[in-house]
C-alpha cells in the first residue's frame, strides 16, 4: 500500500510539473503596462478568431445594423488614418461614407490573450484592400486590424494602413 501511495504522489508530481512547463513554455513576450509586467502573452481562442469571422462577413455584405450587436455600447475605432469613432452608430456613418465598391480578401487572423484566467482577447487580423479610383486605377493595400473582445463583444478595433501591396505577376 505504502508503494502504491509513494507511485501516486510520484505521478502526481510529474504530471503537474509537465503542465507548468507547457503553460511556461506557452507564456512569451512583454506587455507595457508596468502593473503587468511579470504577465506574459498566450495563445487565444478560435472563438474569438471565429467572432471576428463573422464580422468581417456582415461587413462584406454591407450588413451594418446585423453588426451592431458584436459590438459593446461603449466601442472605440480608431480607422487607419486616425479618426476615432466612440459609438457603433458613428462607425457605421464613418463605413457608409467610404467608397461602396472597395473589396478585400480576410488574408489572416490569430488571437493571443495576456491573462486568460480573466478573459478578454487581442485578435489580429489582415486584410489586402482593392479600392477602384476616378481615373479607373485599382488603389492595392494592406490593412491590419486589432480587436479587443470580451465576452464575445467588440470593444475596441483599431486599424493600420500598409501601402502599396505588391502586384502579383
Sequence with gaps: MKNLIKLFVI???????????????RMIG????????????????????????????????????????????????????GKVSSSFD??????EADNSDVSWT???AYSVDINP??????VQAGFTVSSPKEDG?????????????INKKIVTLSQFKQASAPSEE
Design 11 to 25: 505521478t502526481l508530481v510529474l504530471s503537474s510539473c509537465s503542465t507548468t512547463t507547457e503553460t511556461k513554455e
Design 30 to 81: 512583454f506587455h507595457p503596462n508596468q502593473k503587468i509586467q511579470d504577465l506574459k502573452w498566450h495563445l487565444g481562442t478560435q472563438e474569438a478568431i471565429d467572432h471576428v469571422i463573422a464580422v468581417d462577413k456582415l461587413w462584406a455584405a454591407k450588413d451594418y445594423e446585423s453588426m451592431r450587436s458584436h459590438f459593446v455600447d461603449t466601442l472605440k475605432v480608431t480607422d487607419w488614418n
Design 90 to 95: 458613428e462607425f457605421k456613418a464613418s463605413i
Design 106 to 108: 480576410f488574408d489572416y
Design 117 to 122: 484566467t480573466l478573459g478578454g482577447e487581442h
Design 137 to 149: 486605377t485599382v488603389e492595392k493595400y494592406y490593412i491590419h486590424e486589432s480587436y479587443y473582445i
